[in-house]
């Protein structure tokens, strides 16, 4: 199997073992999806700090509002009424206004806790330096095991509108958000090795041969809409200067920063 250390930009994300015979369409698509699943989780585990914290989510017609604003406008949270944590709640304001205040107990804020270090560290950068691989089924059983622990603190459910809940329902709107930017479309991810793009046309073994004990930093990025040469001059590993040797005297270049 050949190992892929798979990077975003100089960053180290994860190992993730291939046969050399592996096409690179399916690669890349698994590659991509791995990537955003860590991400997911690690978007999930932010949200259920801010759970165990300060409860669920306000109605999004209440969030960022006074008590006197709420009370003026009778305006009336019919969700926080249902979703009542296990042994009952303890009130800590949320200072933001995004969450009712209503925190789980001490006994079952640590079990959200422990579930969530326990997550991370399932999908940890860390697995790089232990020499850990990391599949898509470690990431499902992250999120999993996330989703259990919430079951248990909140028996009768989330709100519709609670960003944990919408995670685990797979319909969250990342749009106009920075967690949406660094987000990799499965359908335009690229995968770069050696200042060359493994195209999804192709094997693995194309460019790096028959040895599947072979150990390869692969870096994942989005499709750019440009053209061959500007794509050239923005890949992940784009020397400037040589470039601007090579292509001497082409016009219209915009030349980027990395």
Known sequence: MVLLHVKRGDESQFLLQAPGSAELEELTVQVARVYNGRL?????????EELAEHGIFLPPNMQGLTDEQIEELKLKDEWGEKCIPSGGSVFKKDDIGRRNGQAPSEKMKQVLKKTIEEAKAIISKKQVEASVCVTMEMVKDAL?????????????GLP???????????KEDLSGTQAGLSVIKESEAQLWWAAKELRRTKKLSDYVGKNEK???????QQKLEENDDDTCLNSPWADNTALKRHFH????IKWRPR
């Open 40 to 48: 997911k989780v690690q978007r999930l585990c932010s949200e259920m």
């Open 144 to 156: 999993d095991q996330l989703r259990g622990a919430v079951m248990i603190v909140y028996p009768m």
């Open 160 to 170: 519709p509108y609670d960003p944990i809940r919408m995670e685990f329902e797979n």
């Open 214 to 220: 072979t150990k390869i930093i692969v870096k994942l």
């Open 249 to 252: 005297g082409v016009k219209d």
